[in-house]
């Protein structure tokens, strides 16, 4: 169900995130989808939003969708801007499997509430 590469020198308790991932994807109807966790460090993280994002600065969270039958894409997490942002690392994984499913809070008000919603439902829950 899920594949998690901890490329950085945090400890990532793997079965909390999960946890997580699982109660998302059920919620969501999505239960027998993949996704892959990566961990990496601020550098990583930067090359990575300059290259897809066009934004040459490190950022929290980046999701990428992938149009595959059972598996529905990757998330890369920096747990060192999470921090600095005083962000729960949990909440960024479910903001990013949401992206993964597909919500945009950039499309709209109406969507950015409804992300907002549905991440709060799942990191409460989680």
Do not use: W
């Not at 991932?21 to 990575?48: R, Y």
């Not at 969270?61 to 801007?81: M, R, T």
């Not at 499309?107 to 509430?113: F, L, V």
């Not at 991440?119 to 409460?124: C, D, I, R």
Request: proline residues 2%.
């Amino acid at each position: 169900m899920m594949e998690i590469n901890n490329l950085t020198k945090f400890k990532i308790d793997r079965k909390s995130f999960a946890q997580v991932a699982k109660k998302v994807l059920k919620g969501e109807n999505k239960g027998t989808q993949n996704i892959s966790l990566a961990f990496v460090d601020k550098t990583e993280m930067q090359k990575l939003n300059k290259k897809f994002r066009k934004k040459d600065k490190p950022t929290d969270v980046l999701s990428f969708s992938f149009d595959e039958k059972d598996f529905l894409g990757e998330i890369v997490i920096c747990p060192e801007v999470v921090k600095k942002k005083k962000e729960n690392i949990k909440k960024v994984f479910v903001h990013g499997i949401l992206h993964l499913l597909g919500y945009d809070h950039k499309k709209s008000k109406t969507e950015e509430i409804k992300m907002q919603n549905k991440e709060k439902f799942y990191f409460n829950e989680g």
